[in-house]
């Protein structure tokens, strides 16, 4: 089987299922968000210096497959018939868990916390904020096809989920959190 097919060169692309819609429609938007949150994930995943943390985010990009099979084939029975099946409410309360105890190990937040500090940590703050982008755009599809509700909850708790791994990536490395301070008087 060859990579290319030339049947996108004209601007459209198949869904699963055989429905061909414009690359630019809010389905493709949505699973190709997520698409780019996977890989941006592994970059964060090969930045960390964590066994722990790597092994975390090849289960969480597990997950984003999932989820984008889930995007790209809009029909249920479809979807039942060929097993694929999105991330569930269990997914999301195993996130709140991985929230909880990474989140024993740092000092409560008392400021907004400025995007850097160690390799690891940055790459999460960016797969944090492309992980907001993917939730936007599956939000937006949601609004005119019906979706999946856990697919906007399991965004929303795993941008969360890598606000912490940042930050517990500082930690790890010897580095505070860069706070953010207002400019104020100037």
């Given amino acids: 089987m060859k990579v290319y097919?030339?049947?996108g060169d004209?601007?459209?692309?198949?869904?699963f299922g055989g429905e061909r819609v414009g690359k630019d429609h809010l389905r493709v938007e949505a699973?190709?968000?997520?698409?780019?949150?996977?890989?941006t994930l592994g970059v964060a995943g090969a930045a960390s210096g964590s066994p722990e943390?790597?092994?975390?985010?090849?289960?969480?990009?597990?997950?984003?497959f999932d989820l984008g099979a889930?995007?790209?084939?809009?029909?249920?029975?479809?979807?039942?018939?060929?097993?694929?099946?999105?991330?569930g409410a269990?997914?999301?309360?195993?996130?709140?868990?991985?929230?909880?105890?990474?989140?024993?190990?740092?000092?409560?937040?008392?400021?907004?916390v400025l995007p850097g500090g160690s390799a690891g940590a940055a790459a999460f703050h960016l797969a944090r904020t492309v992980c907001r982008r993917a939730e936007r755009r599956v939000v937006a599809l949601g609004r005119r096809e019906p979706l999946e509700p856990v697919a906007v909850r399991f965004l929303n708790r795993l941008s969360d989920l890598l606000f912490v791994l940042a930050r517990v990536?500082?930690?790890?490395?010897?580095?505070g959190d860069v706070e953010w301070s207002p400019r104020a008087g100037e």
């Fill in 31 to 39: 699973y190709g968000a997520v698409d780019e949150l996977n890989a």
């Fill in 90 to 112: 269990e997914d999301v309360d195993e996130l709140e868990r991985r929230i909880d105890a990474f989140e024993a190990e740092l000092e409560p937040l008392r400021r907004f």
């Fill in 53 to 64: 943390i790597r092994s975390l985010v090849e289960t969480l990009q597990a997950r984003l």
């Fill in 169 to 175: 990536e500082n930690r790890r490395e010897g580095r």
């Fill in 10 to 15: 004209a601007g459209e692309t198949d869904l």
């Fill in 70 to 87: 889930q995007l790209a084939t809009p029909d249920p029975a479809r979807r039942a018939k060929s097993g694929i099946a999105g991330p």
């Fill in 5 to 7: 097919t030339r049947r």
